[in-house]
């Protein structure tokens, strides 16, 4: 949660969804941000006491009473005794069987079965995985044999200790100071000679105490104070030193590995299948194109681009794209589809544009419909690990892997925003100051089409004065930008036709919020229509990239945009 106490704005992300709350007064203001500042104290609590619980069940469950409970469980010092109980932990909620293991959304598997059964060797990666979850049982069986094993040694004997204490360079400061160590007369930290000394003390002293000195005679144990919690909580777990516990940790091992061998097969094999699908889809396309011939080449529009870079609309109708490519999960996809009606309605608007006077659209332009170059699958790109390896350096100058760049430059993309630029043609054939601003406001929103599926890459930055130049014959603009500044990016374009001018000058600030980037763009685009003097301008939205570092990324655009209308100059 972020507030804005001058604005009277909170920003919440709460994972999926972004909040941006602006409250009507400061009173209102404040009610807010202290009942959502208790309520996140309530469920720090929760979860808090979720986390206890957990922990006491765990002590409930040891069966010997060990030294981990003599200390509160507090730092749970015994990662020993975490997972000596485990075992029996789970074993009270359920003990997992190889078969329950959680499963993915049986939607998922039917089409992953699906998939397989179409692939020329599907036996091989269902026997694999056979072969992995038999592995995994057995795997299962031989932790729990461990866990029995060392169910009977889970507290540290005096013995033990002192042989620990000897033989890890265990530090013996005391983290924090405090005044508890009287009996050594004034506060100061033990020497590691020390604390030996006072472990031998304390073992005597539990013979003293418990065997010779009676009940009634104060043992050593009253003066000597216990070895101290910091102590044990530096106690890394005593290793199993048994044969047989020996002999279990290498089937361990060599089960382990076996698992991660099976997996990695079929990791490569659908890698493989994958590779597959996309040469066919490629080699298909091409093939289309070279039979279909220049005859049904109307307008070289993003229809007929092959390539991963694709019109959001275009996409659905053909159904060329398998979720997969689009890089989206199922949710977001099935939300954004389209029904045949709308279909329909986009052929004929389409049909409609192209009869539009003045829109001049040469048959064939030599235009290239694909891209030269394929995307690299960067699935594997590992951005967690980047963003770590960069902790408390400015984002914006982290250099990222190529891998995660689309062979397209930022200017380039924002000349895609002409993309449906026969909306301004449209506009400025249209009499109706009503309808021309609802054309406008229809190319306004159009630039976002391909941003919805656009999201597994990032354009390059441009480098300062670098400049872009695109001559569209086929929709009669021209459009030149250039990179203004470098930090932070400014692009700057202007296209021109017969029916339209277009500028603007684009710079963003970006706001990281852990799950989600938010792009707020600030600057105005114009537009001029010559034929009756329109100015129109209009501020951009905000996108934001949820799921930024994971493959479920989609991207997410809204917020307040006006378009006005101002008149640059008389038509008479
Ligand atoms: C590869 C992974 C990690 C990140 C992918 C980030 C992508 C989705 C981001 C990086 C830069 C972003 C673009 C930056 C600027 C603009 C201009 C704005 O007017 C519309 C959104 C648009 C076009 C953004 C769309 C999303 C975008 C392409």
């Known amino acids: 949660m972020s507030i804005n106490k001058k604005s009277n704005r909170i920003d919440l992300d709460a994972g999926d969804v972004l909040y ?46 060990g030294l981990a409970q003599r200390n509160g469980m507090q730092d749970v010092s015994s990662y020993q005794h975490y997972h000596s109980t485990t075992d029996s932990y789970v074993g009270e909620i359920a003990a997992p069987t190889p078969s329950e293991f959680p499963s993915v959304n049986p939607g998922v598997n039917g089409k992953v079965s699906a998939w397989l059964q179409q692939t020329h060797d599907p036996d091989s990666c269902a026997q694999e995985l056979n072969r992995c979850q038999l592995e995994l049982s057995e795997l299962n069986r031989l932790v729990r044999r461990l866990q029995l094993l060392e169910g009977g040694q889970q507290a540290f004997t005096d013995g033990e200790l002192q042989r620990i204490i000897s033989m890890q360079n265990l530090s013996l400061e005391k983290p924090k100071k405090s005044r508890s160590c009287k009996i050594w007369g004034h506060s100061r930290t033990m020497s590691r000679v020390e604390a030996l000394g006072m472990v031998r003390q304390l073992s005597s002293s539990h013979l003293n105490s418990s ?13 000597v104070p216990a070895v101290p919690d910091y102590v044990y909580s530096q106690l890394s777990p005593p290793t199993n030193t048994s044969p047989e516990g020996r002999k279990i940790q290498q089937d361990i091992c060599s089960v382990s590995q076996r698992v991660h061998a099976s997996l990695k097969s079929v990791h490569d094999a659908l890698a493989q299948e994958r590779q597959r699908l996309q040469d066919t889809y490629h080699q298909s396309t091409t093939l289309a194109e070279t039979v279909s011939g220049n005859e049904s ?38 939300n954004s589809e389209p029904e045949e009606g709308h279909a329909s309605a986009t052929r004929e608007y389409r049909a409609s544009i192209s009869k539009t006077p003045n829109c001049v659209v040469p048959k064939n332009t030599g235009r290239r419909t694909t891209l030269a170059a394929h995307c690299p699958d960067n699935a594997q790109v590992g951005l967690m690990q980047i963003l770590y390896n960069n902790i408390g350096k400015d984002l914006s100058r982290v250099s990222m892997p190529a891998a995660l760049n689309e062979p397209i430059n930022l200017m380039q993309r924002l000349c895609e925003e002409l993309e449906y630029s026969e909306l301004l043609d449209t506009a400025n ?9 609802v054309y406008v406001g229809a190319f306004a929103i159009s630039g976002y089409a391909t941003a919805h599926y656009r999201n597994r890459y990032k354009p390059f930055n441009p480098l300062l004065g670098e400049t872009y130049e695109c001559l569209r014959e086929d929709k009669g603009f021209r459009y030149i930008s250039e990179q203004v500044c470098h930090h932070p990016p400014i692009s700057a374009c202007h296209a021109d036709s017969d029916n339209f001018s277009f500028w603007q000058d ?8 852990g799950k989600s980037l938010e792009i ?53």
Not at 34 to 55: D, I, P, Y
Request: aromatic share 12%; hydrophobic share 35%.
């Open 211 to 223: 065997s010779q000195l009676g009940a009634s005679v104060p043992s050593l144990q009253d003066y």
């Open 506 to 513: 684009q710079r963003w600030k970006n706001k990281f919020w």
């Open 20 to 65: 941006h709350m602006k409250a009507n007064s400061h009173d209102l203001f404040y009610i807010w941000v202290a009942k959502l500042s208790a309520h996140r104290m309530f469920k720090k609590n929760e979860a808090a006491q979720v986390h206890n619980g957990f922990f006491q069940a765990l002590s409930q469950c040891t069966s010997v009473p």
């Open 520 to 572: 707020m763009p600030t600057g105005m685009v114009n537009v001029t229509l010559p034929r009756f003097g329109d100015h129109y301008e209009w501020n951009k939205v905000v996108t934001c990239i949820h799921n930024v570092l994971s493959q479920q990324r989609y991207l997410e655009t809204g917020g307040h945009a006006s378009l006005s209308k101002s008149l640059f100059f008389s038509t008479g």
């Open 297 to 334: 080449r109307h307008t070289p529009s993003v229809t007929d681009s092959a390539a991963e870079y694709f019109d959001a609309s275009d996409d659905v109708l053909n159904g060329s794209f398998s979720e997969s490519e689009s890089g989206l999960s199922e949710g977001t996809t099935s």
């Open 429 to 437: 054939n249209t009499q109706d100051p009503y309808q021309r601003m």
